[in-house]
């Protein structure tokens, strides 16, 4: 059975898949938090707050703050990620750290407060945007797609300590999609209204792995299966 949120948070909200998530559930009738560095999306049913996911400390209160102020929660989102550009023979330690903090610590920070009120409330939906970059170990981004299987392990963790309290966790795997932070990609990438949707549809059926769109599921099945030394040969 399908699931109608009536109070969200987005955490990353401002830009990309995250800001398409905001307009398409407060089009829908959600009232809607979207939390992130800028203060972008607005319309009816939504609030902004201004905040950097790396400010660990403050977010337990402004946890609290934003189920007050929206008065409860059923979902939350964390949207929020980066992805600087990497050169071929670059080994950045600031970028690295970078990724490893917005990516991984502060996905830990939001969303082990929304598991925590979700487990003793018996209920909501968590869902983690994800990559199909946390697949295998690639050349290109090798920390960012290691934050990202970070990540899907954390939540299956998630899942698993939880969903037995009537918990969704979802974990959102998207290909190529055409947002800000997908500027090295060549070829065809999915609009982020449409991952947007997809997305939705995924997190209402309260499905454990989304792949978006669902044909990256059957490319990474093959790719999974890959030998390690042609992985190497391939570069991609």
């Not at 909200?13 to 809607?32: D, K």
């Amino acid at each position: 059975m399908s699931q109608q949120f009536h109070r969200a948070i987005v955490v990353g909200g401002s830009s990309g898949i995250g800001r398409e998530l905001v307009l398409q559930l407060a089009a829908s009738g959600c009232q809607v938090a979207s939390v992130a560095r800028r203060s972008e999306p607005q319309g009816e049913g939504i609030k902004t707050y201004v905040h950097d996911v790396t400010d660990f400390d403050t977010i337990p209160a402004l946890f609290q703050q934003l189920c007050l102020e929206l008065g409860g929660l059923d979902l939350i989102v964390y949207a929020s990620g980066v992805m600087p550009a990497v050169g071929p023979d670059e080994f950045c330690f600031a970028k690295d750290k970078q990724m490893v903090d917005v990516n991984i610590l502060g996905a830990v920070a939001w969303l082990n407060e929304a598991a925590q009120r979700f487990g003793q409330a018996g209920g909501g939906t968590i869902v983690g945007i994800g990559s199909v970059a946390g697949e295998r170990g690639r050349a290109p981004k090798p920390v960012y797609g290691a934050t990202k299987a970070f990540f899907e392990c954390y939540l299956e963790s998630l899942r698993n300590r939880v969903g037995t309290k009537g918990v969704k966790v979802v974990t959102i795997k998207p290909g190529p999609t055409d947002t800000p932070m997908a500027t090295d990609h060549v070829g065809k990438k999915l609009p982020a209204a449409e991952a947007a949707r997809q997305i939705l549809v995924a997190a209402r059926a309260g499905k454990r792995v989304a792949y978006i769109p669902w044909k990256m599921a059957l490319a990474f099945f093959l790719i999974r299966r890959l030998p390690s030394p042609i992985m190497q040969r391939l570069k991609f």
